[in-house]
């Protein structure tokens, strides 16, 4: 229960900060507003769904410039590799500096049934208070983490990387094994967390917001790294997934006139970077 409560002050907290926050919105057909909260309700359910599907069937429209990035993406995770080892041996020699509280909450926030509790809390206090803002965002993190949980999920089991503390070499694969020492790719941790902090960070401007919601939404990526239980480049690809899938589902929420969004809207820019010098997401604010 401790946890529980730890997790939920700090978002029930972030509701009434989103609320007091809204912006100067663009004017979207009055007749298109859902007005009552059953209304609300389906209205956000309808594009949930509408969301998860856009994103699945959106590979089917890719150009060039698409095979292009995810290329970029794969073979980058699969050159940091070669890091995977020195920064697992790297990250253990710091792990008794890192204070039990963090990693504590770095395992519940991460775990599927706390993350979808505050959600459920968040997308409450917006339907019931008829907050816009809020329920956009709501949306957002949940046709997200649907998105990127079975993403996650049907890799994980047919790629079957060992983990670190199952097998201490990186390259030990065995598909669709009957062990959960076999599901170390890509991290499910990572992929709720980053989904949900970057969610809630495109909801506003100032950078130095922006960096703490981050920060909180690296706790668990570390702390599955210090658990030993996941490689770098799992949790590094798990990010890079869960940034790409919540920009594609923001843009299109934006396009199909779903929710207001402020009359200049801004960003979070990510830039896949991938040289002989350079791999990685590079984020413009």
């Known amino acids: 229960m401790k946890y529980r409560i730890f997790l939920i002050i700090p978002y029930l907290t972030l509701c009434i900060c989103l609320s007091s926050a809204q912006q100067l919105k663009t004017e979207i057909d009055s007749v298109k507003k859902p007005q009552t909260i059953w209304q609300m309700a389906k209205y956000d359910t309808r594009h949930t769904l509408k969301s998860v599907g856009h994103a699945f069937t959106k590979p089917l429209h890719w150009k060039g410039k698409d095979f292009a990035k995810l290329g970029i993406l794969l073979g980058g995770t699969a ?42 809390g968040l997308y409450g206090f917006g339907l019931f208070t008829k907050n816009e803002k809020i329920r ?62 970057h969610s809630i960070a495109k909801q506003f401007e100032n950078p130095w917001v922006k960096a703490g919601i981050y920060t909180v939404g690296a706790i668990p990526p570390i702390s599955r790294l210090i658990d030993d239980a996941h490689w770098f480049t799992d949790v590094a690809f798990s990010a890079a997934l869960s ?32 040289s002989t010098n350079q791999i990685g997401f590079v984020g413009t604010f």
């Open 79 to 120: 050159a940091l590799s070669l890091a995977d080892e020195p920064i697992r041996d790297f990250v253990q020699n710091q792990k008794s500096d890192l204070p039990g509280v963090v990693r504590d909450f770095g395992w519940y926030f991460g775990s599927p049934q706390n993350y979808f509790m505050v959600n459920a």
């Open 136 to 197: 956009k965002t709501s949306v957002l993190i949940i046709s997200s983490s649907i998105t990127t949980g079975l993403i996650q999920t049907i890799t994980k089991n047919a790629i079957g990387r060992a983990r670190p503390n199952h097998r201490d070499d990186p390259y030990v694969f065995s598909s669709f094994a009957n062990d959960s020492g076999f599901r170390s790719f890509p991290s499910g941790h990572t992929v709720l967390s980053i989904t949900m902090a």
């Open 243 to 274: 940034i790409i899938i919540v920009d594609a589902i923001d843009k299109f929420l934006f396009e199909e006139n779903v929710y207001d969004y402020p009359i200049k809207r801004k960003m979070v820019s990510w830039n896949l970077r991938f």
